[in-house]
């Protein structure tokens, strides 16, 4: 009977201790789990953010658009990078930190191709092309990701209301509307124009025309001195490296063969300024032209000839319709536009992408007033090499004049 008990006694010591081990392993991986439940979100949403799975080669987008993207991507890391070294952003230490390692993994990543633009991607072999567009296509994915983590989502009621906001202005703003123009494929301004925008008007007019001839002024361009073919009599392209000593054979070879013109007279251009607002582009894709240089391109020579002069020019620059939005402050720094599946699609409008677009349509504005023909339709609008190097030359002018805060204080006054 001694042994009877004794053993009673050890099992039910042993089934206390497996019962006190069970509640002590339950508690402790119960704990456990709610401590190390920060980490495990942390890391499926950078699991999130770089799931590049979905995001394919699209042959359907131009040169012009990839640059575009690759632009505004380095422009959402400079963003970004500000917002993580923030320490107001409602992010814990931990995930700021994650977050900023994150980032600059997604930035080497493409930091190759930072200076990309329209000349060499149409210099690159097929194969790099597509591997350089599928880079800038999956840091647009992963910057995208990470900025919706980062920055508050709003609800349901917020978003139409920012939507009711956009689209009351906009009414008010332009009263006349907008009138479709074929030829260009474009919405252009028309009719009656508001008080606030004939203000905005004379004062971007006033900014451009400064600064389209202070770059001539400062760099000493002037229109060219001879009238220039831009083909050769079989039409083939006469380019820009093409010295003057056979630009002036060409000439000669054309007079030869009597072509009715007065090849003595020079290339007279007219400079419009800022001509108003326009809309372009898909906006549920986020395709948007925010600035567009219209210029008259040469004119023929004949209608049976390939032979291309050009003698006058009309220059003039239009800007997206949405920028002055961006007036209103910073809670008005892009453009909203509501996606049929409920999501934001957010157009940039704020005060450096106004800038930003002032000077590359400065830039293209000079090189078509200084050269006779520049990057023509083969070479899919002018974004080569001289654009991007004149974009920053006029980014850095702009900058350091006293014109530009005297313009940023007259942008954001109320």
Not at 44 to 71: C, T
Not at 107 to 121: F, V
Not at 308 to 314: D, E, F, G, L, S
């Amino acid at each position: 009977m001694k042994n009877i008990g004794k053993n009673s006694l050890q099992t039910n010591l042993l089934r206390h201790l497996f019962f006190f081990l069970l509640l002590f392993f339950l508690t402790f991986g119960i704990a456990y789990w709610h401590y190390t439940e920060p980490d495990r979100k942390l890391a499926s949403e950078i699991n999130w953010i770089k799931n590049n799975r979905n995001v394919e080669y699209d042959e359907d987008l131009s040169d012009d658009e990839i640059v575009q993207y690759n632009e505004t991507n380095h422009w959402e890391e400079e963003n970004l990078i500000k917002k993580l070294q923030n320490p107001d952003t409602n992010l814990s230490k931990k995930r700021r930190r994650k977050f900023r390692e994150l980032l600059k993994e997604i930035i080497e990543k493409t930091k190759y191709i930072k200076e990309i633009d329209q000349e060499k991607l149409e210099n690159t072999l097929e194969k790099e092309r597509k591997e350089i567009i599928h880079k800038i296509l999956e840091a647009r994915n992963m910057l995208t990701n990470l900025k919706s983590i980062i920055e508050p989502k709003w609800n349901e009621a917020e978003k139409n209301n920012y939507l009711k906001v956009q689209n009351e202005w906009f009414s008010e703003y332009f009263p006349g509307g907008f009138k479709f123009d074929e030829k260009d494929e474009i919405w252009l301004q028309k009719g009656e124009k508001s008080q606030e925008d004939l203000k905005v008007t004379e004062e971007i007019k006033k900014f451009m025309d400064h600064f389209y001839e202070e770059y001539k002024k400062v760099y000493n361009l002037t229109s060219p001195k001879i009238v220039q073919p831009t083909r050769t009599i079989n039409g083939d392209l006469i380019t820009l490296e093409t010295p003057q000593k056979e630009i002036e054979e060409k000439i000669n070879q054309l007079k030869k063969k009597g072509y009715p013109y007065n090849f003595d007279n020079k290339m007279k251009v007219i400079w419009e300024s800022f001509a108003g607002w326009h809309e372009k582009g898909e906006k549920d894709k986020g395709n948007v032209t925010v600035g567009l240089t219209h210029y008259t391109p040469s004119k023929e020579l004949s209608e049976d000839e390939t032979v291309k002069i050009c003698q006058n020019r009309i220059i003039s620059i239009t800007l997206d319709a949405k920028f002055p939005f961006g007036r209103k402050g910073k809670r008005y720094e892009s453009w909203s536009t509501k996606k049929p599946n409920g999501q934001l699609n957010n157009l940039r409008i704020d005060w450096n992408s106004l800038i930003e677009t002032i000077a590359h349509e400065l830039a293209h504005a000079i090189i078509n007033t200084t050269k006779i023909s520049y990057r023509d339709e083969d070479h899919k609008g002018g974004h080569g090499t001289l654009h991007s190097e004149y974009t920053k030359k006029m980014k850095k002018l702009i900058k350091e004049s006293s014109k530009y805060q005297d313009f940023k204080n007259f942008w954001f006054k109320k």
